[in-house]
T-cell receptor, first 114, second 116 residues
Framework: AQKVTQAQTEISVVEKEDVTLDCVYE???????LFWYKQPPSGELVFLIR??????QNEISGRYSWNFQKSTSSFNFTITASQVVDSAVYFC???????????FGKGTTLSVSS | NAGVTQTPKFQVLKTGQSMTLQCAQD?????MSWYRQDPGMGLRLIHY???????DQGEVPNGYNVSRSTTEDFPLRLLSAAPSQTSVYFC???????????????FGEGSRLTVL
């Protein structure tokens, strides 16, 4: 069965600190997609990134970077020089075998204080 | 371009009442789905549809019905509301019929439902 584990329930940092959100997944599929979504306090879900299983290249987008390692089944998300606006719940997700749904982790709540 | 529109945003029901959460998208997306979000549980799939006239169950379908008579609309019906259905509900859509081919899910803003 497919599963996404975000072991960190809550993380608190001070502005300008770097923070890494962990995501470990389980799947028997050879082709799959991984996602990260952000849910700010306003409640909407904001797409951050999609990565397919054949592309292990790390990605950087501004202060955000993602490290995908198939060997450890991990897709970790790092925020560099965190800001108060980064405070949100972050979800990691994995496509199910049929490609008809995303399987979400339980989320990590990030609080960034000034 | 409105994207994915959910109504109502807030609703309070009494146990046993029925209601329909509306979801409409104007992006001509084939795939639509309903998720519920509960504290500490992440998002769980209730039902999904890969096109008009086609629906299927997700992880937590009990107590909910859906239909897809048009590409644009995907309503979620609660037949007899129970306190366990108190949750935040999200409708989401995507291009194509299978997520690996289509990329991201576009989410509505959510509907907060309380069942007393």
């Amino acid at each position: 069965a497919q599963k996404v584990t975000q072991a960190q329930t809550e993380i608190s940092v001070v502005e300008k600190e770097d923070v890494t959100l962990d995501c470990v997944y389980e799947t028997r599929d050879t082709t799959y997609y991984l996602f990260w979504y952000k849910q700010p306090p306003s409640g909407e879900l904001v797409f951050l990134i999609r990565r397919n299983s054949f592309d292990e290249q790390n990605e950087i987008s501004g202060r955000y970077s993602w490290n995908f390692q198939k060997s450890t089944s991990s897709f970790n998300f790092t925020i560099t020089a965190s800001q108060v606006v980064d405070s949100a719940v972050y979800f990691c997700a994995l496509t199910n075998q049929a490609g008809t749904a995303l399987i979400f982790g339980k989320g990590t709540t990030l609080s960034v204080s000034s | 371009n409105a994207g994915v529109t959910q109504t109502p945003k807030f609703q309070v029901l009494k146990t046993g009442q029925s209601m329909t959460l509306q979801c409409a998208q104007d992006m001509n997306h084939e795939y639509m789905s309903w998720y519920r979000q509960d504290p500490g549980m992440g998002l769980r799939l209730i039902h999904y549809s890969v096109g008009a006239g086609i629906t299927d169950q997700g992880e937590v379908p009990n107590g909910y019905n859906v239909s897809r008579s048009t590409t644009e609309d995907f309503p979620l019906r609660l037949l007899s509301a129970a306190p366990s259905q108190t949750s935040v509900y999200f409708c989401a859509s995507s291009y194509g019929q299978a997520l690996p081919n289509t990329g991201e899910l576009f989410f509505g803003e959510g509907s907060r439902l309380t069942v007393l």
